[in-house]
Nanobody
């Protein structure tokens, strides 16, 4: 059993910053990729950023230069530092991870989501 628990969402004014965290726990052998997605009302879930176990990072264009993804492998935790937030960043943010469990099965896991609201 593997769980992803997110924290750090909230309400912030445009131009402000938030830091999201997502901690994985349970029967984990190795975490391959950790990702942040977001979904605004009436839209499809969008990949925001990803980071591999080797440290390769990708961002969607709209967050480049403003968001930074990082991970602490010792803590099985991924972070998303969000700076210069815009109203259009408002969404529920989801953590996702591709995990090789101790049963040597690779599965995709999701967190419960955390709301980020940016006011004008």
């Amino acid at each position: 059993q593997v769980q992803l628990v997110e924290s750090g969402g909230g309400l912030v004014q445009a131009g402000g910053s938030l830091r999201l965290s997502c901690a994985a726990s349970g029967s984990i052998f190795r975490i391959n990729v950790m990702r942040w997605y977001r979904q605004a009302p009436g839209t499809q879930r969008e990949l925001v950023a990803s980071i591999t176990s080797g440290g390769s990072i990708t961002y969607t264009n709209s967050v480049k230069e403003r968001f930074t993804i990082s991970r602490d492998n010792a803590k099985n935790t991924v972070y998303l530092q969000m700076n210069t937030l815009k109203v259009e960043d408002t969404a529920v943010y989801y953590c996702n991870a591709e995990i090789l469990t101790r049963l040597l099965r690779t599965n995709d896991y999701w967190g419960q989501g955390t709301q980020v609201t940016v006011s004008s």
